[in-house]
């Protein structure tokens, strides 16, 4: 059996906020295995053990440019260590320079962004100065390129921390500006079923069966309330399923808006800065006396 360590439970807890107990029994349960002991919590205690597994630590900023024909544009997140440096007005230009590359050249991928020319060096060069200025690291992490079949529209929020770029069919200036913000605010996974990841339809679909079954629910039901779930999830992750922010009966979803409208959404992507990356936990006290230590050595 694998051993279970504080640390490991530490681990889970901070991931789904479940009692400590509670934890250690689900990593028992699933012999170590961190993926399958949430999923456990998840079946005995419900949603509220399934808060974000990740601890957003990283600092930086969101950019988005879009060409002036409305037509081609792209979405940037460059990282850095503080909310101080994302603030900085040389680290602003970086960004705005770089996500203007991205839409204008096309590049592959980041390292072929960092490769292009930029202020007599590179995107790469300028960036290595800047680090060295500041001294503070800073690293371009993701870029998405839109050519649009409608028209492009943005939207950013709480200081450049998320950001939307969404490809609308139709409609008008008002009804991108409200689906943007509306998928700021709601954070859709994909746009319709058929982009969200199998592997997480089937998740639902197994914890809905467990949760029923812990429930003393029929066998004979399992399938139809595991559907359900499935359905209701559906609805919660996917932007044409969701009911739209601004909705004034709380009932509208954005494909009845679309349809209302007679517009339809393209494609879109969402940059939240930080998201999937793991936070650094540091104790400042330990680290100012290891400072210290190490001062009084030189």
């Known amino acids: ?47 509220k ?22 037509k081609h544009g792209a979405i940037l997140e460059v990282n850095c260590e503080t909310d101080f440096v994302a603030k900085n007005d040389e680290f602003l230009a970086l960004v705005k320079n770089s996500v203007e590359l991205v839409a204008v ?67 008008d200036e008002q009804l991108g500006k409200d689906i943007a913000m509306h998928i700021a605010a709601s954070k859709p996974r994909a746009l319709d079923a058929s982009g969200v990841d199998a592997a997480l339809i089937e998740t639902e679909r197994r914890i809905a069966i467990e949760k029923a079954r812990e429930s003393k629910k029929p066998e004979a039901m399992l ?24 909705a004034e009966d709380g009932k509208e979803t954005i494909e009845q808006l679309l349809k209302k409208k007679n517009a339809s959404v393209a494609a879109f992507a969402l940059y939240i800065v930080g998201e999937g990356i793991e936070k650094k936990e540091t104790d400042f006290a330990a680290e100012v006396a290891a400072q210290a230590a190490a001062a009084k050595k030189d």
């Open 49 to 70: 053990a399934s808060k974000a597994a990740t601890r957003v630590a990283a600092e930086g900023v969101v950019g988005i440019h879009i060409a002036a024909d409305g």
């Open 105 to 171: 050249k096309s590049p592959a991928d980041i390292a072929a962004l960092s490769a292009l020319p930029l202020g007599g060096g590179t995107v790469e060069s300028t960036r290595a100065a800047l680090v060295g200025k500041i001294g503070e690291n800073m690293s371009l992490r993701r870029f998405a390129r839109l050519q649009a079949k409608g028209r492009l529209y943005q939207y950013i929020h709480g200081g450049a921390k998320i950001g939307v770029l969404l490809d609308l069919i139709g409609g």
């Open 223 to 246: 399938d139809k309330i595991a559907e359900g779930s499935v359905q209701k999830f559906l609805k919660e992750v996917t932007l044409l399923g969701q009911v739209f922010v601004k």
């Open 1 to 47: 059996m694998a051993e279970i360590t504080a640390s490991m439970v530490k681990d889970l807890r901070d991931k789904t906020d479940a009692p400590m107990m509670e934890c250690k029994k689900a990593l028992t349960e699933a012999a170590g295995d961190m993926a399958k002991a949430e999923e456990i919590l998840r079946v005995k205690l419900g949603f």
